[in-house]
């Protein structure tokens, strides 16, 4: 009897061990430190283990499967977290458009499967999700994640605060990743956006938190650096240089051993998806954007896109807001001449909890601005404002001026959500104000076509208009 019972405590405990998950976080796909048009990446957490890592693609359906290499790996070992290896593998080949499978295999068994699509050219259509302030943890963002994942997009972007709410790698174990990969749809648990399409971020305020007064950072901070693997061809800049985040000295090389080249470089950064550039800025307050080197390099990026058919900047710290919250964060002001001068058509940001659209509007500082309000600290960042009033995305789709557009909606407590209703407290260039509801936007171009819609939790549409060119 007693050997009976040893017997089958061994059996479970084997059941056990068969069934423990292989992963930390399971695969997600990212655009990589080069995008190409036939490529992405795969990324996954895994434990701090020794084991034969492979993956495997089916470019097309029914076609054969091939091997994509030995997958590289970066371990984390920080204080209070337990250790734990990132892994990333190139998917080659991929046809524009066109959906293809792959597999994720553990010691030579398959431990995970999953579809995805290959980045689209400038001649197919595209479908672009973009939400801000997301990943609290509340039900809210669950069903957010849920009305994304049935829009079938082709990449999802996250405006800055990816994770509240100090951008600790703690943070994204808990209520990032498992909540924008759910296995399924649920709204228990969120939906599998991340293994299906890329994701993009930009940072914003939470992601660098410190931990208190003094400046003090988690020990597990700043992991945008660590788990994203975004385009690295941004401004020059060097880790304790200027314009970078902090890292703090007792943990500056277990930070860089697995943030690597991506620190501080992914930080600010470029891409093409389909006809439309993208030009990404980190807008927290340790960047002078007032600094005639970065601003050359805006000009640059935004110049060498100029036969895109669409030209789209993103960052986190809106310049032109309603809010009464973060009403006095206007530093990002003064890059908008930059954005006429090379044909910008719309700015994305996230920061203030609620969704925001602008007229189309031209904006020059005042000639002292810079001195007065120094780049980066709160305050009224005065200027001649050229409004187009003519303007109503149904007849009339041709702006004269940039249309910037908030979309801080996506799951973390929403503000002021009673001055939707008081147009008088807004500012002179809002057109559309909704702060009551939890959103996001779906961006949809074709061509010369540009159409924007903001669907609300319950998945109704709150605003929309379009754009041609």
Known sequence: MHILKTSLLIALLGLSLQAQDPFVAKPYLQLGAQPKGDRLDLVWLSPDQEAAWSVALQATPKG??????????????????????????????????????????????????????????????????????????SEHQKAIAIRMEEQKPDAVFVLGDIVYARGRASEYLDHYFPIYNADAADPAQGAPLLRRVPTIATLGNHDVMPLNAKGDRPSDGLAYYLYWNLPMNGPELKAGGPNTPIIQPMFWSQFLQGAGPRFPSMGNHSFDLGNAHW??????????????????????????????????????????????????????????????????????????????????????????????????????????????????????????????????????????????????????????????????????????????????????????????Q
């Not at 998917?91 to 295999?105: A, C, D, H, I, Q």
């Open 64 to 137: 054969a499967w091939t091997s994509m290499g030995k997958p590289s790996y970066k371990t984390v070992q920080l204080p209070d977290l337990k250790a734990h290896r990132i892994y990333s593998a190139g998917l080659l080949g991929l046809k524009p458009g066109r959906e293809f499978l792959y597999r994720v295999s553990k010691d030579g068994k398959t431990v995970f499967e999953s579809a995805g699509r290959g980045p689209k050219n400038a001649s197919q259509s595209q479908r672009i999700l973009l939400y801000g302030d997301g990943a609290s943890g």
């Open 279 to 468: 030009t990404v800025l980190d807008s927290n307050p340790y960047v002078d954007w007032n600094d005639p080197a970065l601003q050359a390099w805006v000009d640059s990026d935004l110049r060498r896109a100029s036969k895109a058919t669409w030209r789209f900047v993103a960052f986190h710290h809106p310049g032109f807001n309603s809010s009464t919250a973060h009403l006095e964060d206007q530093w990002m002001r003064f890059l908008s001449p930059i954005f006429e001068k090379r044909r910008v058509q719309m700015v994305f940001s996230g920061h203030v909890h609620a969704y925001q659209r602008s007229l189309p509007l031209i904006f020059k500082p005042d000639a002292d601005a810079a001195a007065n309000v120094p780049q980066n600290h709160k305050g009224e960042v005065p200027g001649l404002f050229t409004f187009d009033r003519a303007f109503d995305g149904i007849k009339i789709t041709k702006p004269k001026g940039i249309i910037y557009i908030i979309s801080g909606a996506g799951g973390a407590e929403l503000y002021n959500t009673k001055q939707d209703d008081k147009p008088e407290t807004w500012q002179p260039f809002t057109k559309v104000m909704v702060s009551d509801r939890y959103s996001f936007t779906v961006l949809d171009l074709k061509g010369n076509r540009a159409g924007l819609r903001q669907i609300a939790e319950d998945g109704s549409e709150i605003d929309h208009f379009v754009l041609t």
